[in-house]
């Protein structure tokens, strides 16, 4: 069965540090791998997303992942961390594209200090 | 472009009452919606998956006849929690996609349901 672990429950980062927040996920053949952010009280914004291709995807607000098939993992990072940052940041799977629904982890807390 | 809007936002009523949450794709035709429950400080459990035209495909554990779903249109799909209780309030939340291939779920910004 698909599943995602996001280790860190909760990170805490300083304002222009940079940030590496975990993902690995369990899944058979090549998954197709999202990193969703959400504010709280609010629902969840697209960061970034791999189907296949170049390993190091780019995303939104200067976020970029890199997907590594023999770590079974899929961490986002960003060079310089801005107070807006602090989210819920969530890392999901699909087995595919035709319809099936994501499998989230658990999600990791980024609190920003200043 | 590929907006999703969920209303209302906020809802509070008394146990026994059926509240209807809508989630509607704005510039793009739906042809898979999902609906998700999310716990406090816990992650987005699906719900139940819809297509168009369909009948829902339901989450083991979820109960179809407490979450009623109607995916009528392209563009619009009801959650309809009938005589809500208490152990009812969370956070819905829905998103979008249409066909095809490489296609993101959309979200819309969730409802907060509170049952008195």
């Known amino acids: 069965a698909q599943s995602v672990t996001q280790p860190d429950i909760h990170i805490t980062v300083s304002e222009g540090a940079s940030l590496e927040l975990r993902c690995n996920y369990s899944?058979?053949?090549?998954?197709?791998l999202f990193w969703y952010v959400q504010s709280p009280g609010q629902g969840l914004q697209l960061l970034l997303k791999?189907?296949?291709?170049?390993?190091l995807v780019q995303g939104i607000k200067g976020f970029e992942a890199e997907f590594k098939r023999s770590q079974s993992s899929f961490n986002l990072r960003k060079p310089s961390v801005h107070w807006s940052d602090a989210a819920e940041y969530f890392c999901?799977?699909?087995?595919?594209?035709?319809?099936?629904?994501?499998?989230f982890g658990k999600g990791t807390t980024l609190s920003v200090s200043s | 472009g590929a907006v999703v809007s969920q209303h209302p936002s906020w809802v509070i009523c008394k146990s026994g009452t059926s509240v209807k949450i809508e989630c509607r794709s704005l510039?793009?035709?739906?042809?898979?919606m999902f609906w998700y429950r999310q716990f406090p400080k816990q992650s987005l459990m699906l719900m139940a998956t819809?297509?168009?035209?369909?009948?829902?495909?339901?989450e083991q554990g979820v109960e179809k006849d407490k979450f009623l779903i109607n995916h009528a249109s392209l563009t619009l799909s009801t959650l309809t929690v009938t005589s809500a209780h208490p152990e009812d309030s969370s956070f819905y939340i829905c998103?979008?996609?249409?066909?095809?291939?490489?296609?993101?779920?959309?979200f819309g910004d969730g409802t907060r349901l509170s049952i008195l």
């Open positions: 899944y058979g053949a090549t998954p197709y």
């Open positions: 998103s979008a996609r249409t066909m095809g291939g490489n296609q993101p779920q959309h």
């Open positions: 510039d793009f035709q739906a042809t898979t």
């Open positions: 819809s297509n168009e035209g369909s009948k829902a495909t339901y």
């Open positions: 999901a799977v699909a087995s595919n594209q035709a319809g099936t629904a994501l499998i």
């Open positions: 791999y189907f296949s291709g170049d390993t």
